[in-house]
């Protein structure tokens, strides 16, 4: 990672700290998150600065853009010519194209994806268990 995006990152690390009540337990760096879910924590914070403090620069917002994509954690990302698209998110989201789509809609379709996601899975489970009593 490089310097200025270590400092973004930190910056919206610290705001997503900020607004949790339990500030206690939480690294003090954004790098000791697991790697796994740093996207989401960044996302939040960006969603919370975006509700209380002015936006973020337009290049602060491609680092941010950038680092949630590289950690997504899906297959099949494709980063040439400086693109940032996704064939995962396309099917499981409806989108793919992490540099041109706005960042509240990305926000507002993976979680709506995942509660499809939930209540497809939910509704499977209760159809296994009708189908086994
Ligand atoms: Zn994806």
Redesign the pocket.
């Given at each position: 990672m490089e310097l200025k995006e270590k400092q973004v990152c930190q910056e919206l690390y610290e705001v997503w700290k900020g607004a949790k009540e339990d500030e206690d337990g939480w690294p003090e760096s954004f790098t000791e998150l697991p790697e796994k879910h740093q996207h989401e924590y960044l996302l939040t914070a960006q969603r919370i600065l975006r509700l209380t403090k002015p936006p973020l620069l337009a290049d602060e917002e491609m680092i941010l853009r950038r680092i949630a994509w590289i950690n997504?954690g899906?297959q099949?990302?494709y980063g040439d010519d400086g693109e940032m698209q996704?064939a995962?998110?396309l099917r499981?989201?409806g989108f793919y194209d992490w540099k041109r789509t706005p960042i509240v809609e990305i926000e507002s379709k993976m979680a709506d994806g995942n509660i499809r996601k939930l209540w497809k899975n939910r509704n499977e489970e209760r159809q296994d268990y009708e189908c086994h009593r």
């Open positions: 997504h899906h099949g990302m996704c995962a998110c499981e989201y």
